[in-house]
């Protein structure tokens, strides 16, 4: 990075406070009731660089649900396991301007693969012997671009969440019934609430977001973890769809491709430099950090992390 490790340890702690007018604003994601058991005022940040340098402040040992971000993961690994030609094939890559939950965006194919259509479609091509094998190669496979930060599946919140399942599980009915999925809806939403309730830290997702900075590369074992092509889609789409229906504008004010879920997180990357992760659990109406996105905001601005300026 172009400054000295103490210049950005000081511009982020000034991001931190300049953020705090935002502290109070926005609500928690109520229908996933288990979600409503945080401290509303939670705050985490951690910027990871592509050279190694790790800045965190915060409750760093605090651990959140990757809900949507969780479906970077599975695009990665349908990716990996099918191929772009073919995924594309069943799902989209264009932005929507309808809620993350909509059944609107999915004509003929979910509009892209960070709709919850779109994520439970990418669900369904992981391959595996049983939805256990399948979960556990998208936690071991989270574990390792984490570089093994804290990662487990919160029964809870999985319980909480296929309780109150009745839109996504309307979606996954309706997906086997246009063919875009062939397998039971039932057992390919159960896979897809596991990883949405998989929980970390926030170096864990700086982490992430590092790797993919990276060019996929592993930050402390210089290992191929994901192949350049994937990682160039994923970042794109991000850009384009990461941040729901307010991705143009967010791209716009903050100039990182980044993804939200609806626990709070964050994870942004600025290829070549670094991961940037936030957690503040706050939403806005479009299910996104309100005080996430304006830290992204100002961080952005401050260590000239914008891509296009
Ligand atoms: N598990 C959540 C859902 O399917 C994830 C949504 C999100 O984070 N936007 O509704």
Redo the contacts with the bound molecule.
Sequence with gaps: MLFSRELIDEKLRRSIENSKDYIGLGELAS??PELMKVDKDNLSLSLISTTGEVFTYGDKDITFSL???SKLLTLIIALTDTNPTDLYQKVGSEPTRYE??SLIPIGDKPANPFI?AGAITTASMVLGLNNDHKFERILDFYRGISDFAEAYMDHDIYMS?LKT?D??KAIAYYLKSKGIIDQDPGEVLDL??RA?SICTNIEGLAMMGAVLANKGIGIRTREMLIPENIVQIVVSQMASCGM?ENSGSYLMNVGIPSK????GGIVGVVPGICGLAVYSPRLDRT?NSVRGKELFKIISQDLGLNIFV
């Design positions: 229908y996933i809900q949507s971000i993350f939950n919850n969440e399942a839109r996504n897809y609430i949405c729901y939200s879920g609806v626990s299910g």
